[in-house]
């Protein structure tokens, strides 16, 4: 099962990579907090600190990936193509 499914472009998704260091993420409606974030891990071998996930009204589900402040969501975002 593919957890992530497409990163989130909007205005606000973007001003949330830029201030609090959070990557938007629409994911799979049966995949749960822990499961997003071993894929996010693995996939830019980074390290979450917190996933926090929303049910939308047309059955999508929306993740936002709180990243270590280690990392820089600004570089995902670039190897993504968001900025």
Do not use: G
Not at 17 to 43: C, G, H, P, W
Request: net charge positive; hydrophobic share 45%; charged share 35%.
């Amino acid at each position: 099962m593919n957890v992530l499914i497409y990163p989130i472009a909007t205005e606000k998704a973007i001003n949330m990579i830029e201030r609090n260091n959070v990557i938007t993420y629409i994911v799979d409606l049966r995949s749960n907090k822990a499961q997003i974030k071993k894929e996010f891990e693995d996939m830019f071998k980074v390290k979450v600190d917190k996933v926090n996930v929303e049910i939308e009204p047309r059955n999508k589900k929306r993740a936002y990936i709180k990243l270590n402040p280690q990392f820089k969501a600004s570089d995902i975002a670039l190897k993504l193509k968001l900025v």
